[in-house]
């Protein structure tokens, strides 16, 4: 039997026997093509990642999708985020889109869910990990105002403490001091 240009065959891991031959039954007939994926099931495969997981697609599920190269898989994704012309010429949108920040590996979203994901990414990125605030006076009566001057008189105390322990090259210091006329001092 002979192999046309149009079939490939492979070998299996199998034994070989003395003379060198392989018999005919434990070739594997693989095609040469590969399947395509198209851009409507990328849209679906973004899709389905992004309401599962949070997560945008990569070139690694592309690859899984159908069968391809990582440098393919990668050109799929970026013609997925260019406009693009059908056979009569009408412009239709992208179907994916990249975010301005970078990740690695570059994620991929879909663009029918624009404005819900930018809005999720935004809400994620400006939760502070760990949150630090002015406590306020027991009384809740005092002004912002109060707050920020209390703290600045409880830093000069902090700083007048700790001269004693300063090093000796300090040789000069200045100190101003405002007292209003009105009696109160803060």
Do not use: W
């Not at 301005?100 to 502070?128: W, Y």
């Not at 105390?157 to 090259?169: A, D, G, I, R």
Request: aromatic share 6%; hydrophobic share 30%; proline share 8%.
């Amino acid at each position: 039997m002979k192999a046309s240009s149009e079939v490939r065959f492979h070998l299996k891991s199998v034994p070989i026997q003395r003379d060198g031959k392989v018999p005919i039954d434990d070739l594997i007939h693989i095609p040469h093509y590969r399947k395509r994926i198209s851009k409507k099931r990328v849209e679906q495969i973004a899709i389905e990642k992004y309401r599962k997981y949070g997560k945008g697609i990569d070139f690694t599920d592309v690859i899984r999708e159908g069968p391809c190269s990582k440098e393919k898989s990668q050109r799929i994704l970026k013609d997925c985020c260019r406009n693009r012309r059908d056979k009569r010429g009408d412009l239709h949108k992208p179907i994916l889109f990249r975010t301005p920040t970078r990740t690695s590996p570059q994620q991929f979203f879909p663009n029918c869910m624009h404005a819900d994901i930018i809005e999720d990414l935004k809400k994620r990125g400006n939760v502070p990990i760990h949150p630090t605030g002015v406590s306020p006076p027991h009384s809740s009566s005092f002004s912002s105002k109060y707050i920020i001057e209390h703290q600045k008189a409880q830093t000069f105390l902090e700083v007048l403490t700790q001269l004693p322990f300063s090093p000796p090259y300090i040789h000069k210091l200045q100190l101003m001091l405002h007292i209003k006329k009105n009696g109160s001092n803060l």
